[in-house]
Nanobody
Framework: QVHLVESGGGLVQAGGSLRLSCAAS????????MAWYRQAPGKQRELVAAITNGGITNYADSVKGRFTISRDNAKNTVVLQMNSLKPEDTAVYYC??????????????WGQGTQVTVSS
């Protein structure tokens, strides 16, 4: 059974920092692209950052230069370091593990989400 467990959310003032962690189990971690998504009230879920097994990263334009994603394949964890937080970063943040099978089947697993609230 696959489990993605997030931690590290909370309330922070604008300009502050938070570090989100996601611990994965039940998957061959190195086979998955790991990502963080977020969903603000009344908005669609959006990709924040993603990282491949080889360390290639991709960021939403809105977080470039402020957020850093990293992974530890030995510990099956992915971390999102968030600096210079803004009120518009307020959302529920979700950890995602995704891969594409050779037959084109998409495999996606999600954590339960962790709330990040940035006060102005």
């Amino acid at each position: 059974q696959v489990h993605l467990v997030e931690s590290g959310g909370g309330l922070v003032q604008a300009g502050g920092s938070l570090r989100l962690s996601c611990a994965a189990s039940g998957i061959i971690f190195s086979m998955y692209v790991m990502a963080w998504y977020r969903q603000a009230p009344g908005k669609q879920r959006e990709l924040v950052a993603a990282i491949t097994n080889g360390g290639i990263t991709n960021y939403a334009d809105s977080v470039k230069g402020r957020f850093t994603i990293s992974r530890d394949n030995a510990k099956n964890t992915v971390v999102l370091q968030m600096n210079s937080l803004k009120p518009e970063d307020t959302a529920v943040y979700y950890c995602n593990a995704g891969k594409l099978g050779v037959d084109g089947t998409r495999y996606d697993y999600w954590g339960q989400g962790t709330q990040v609230t940035v006060s102005s």
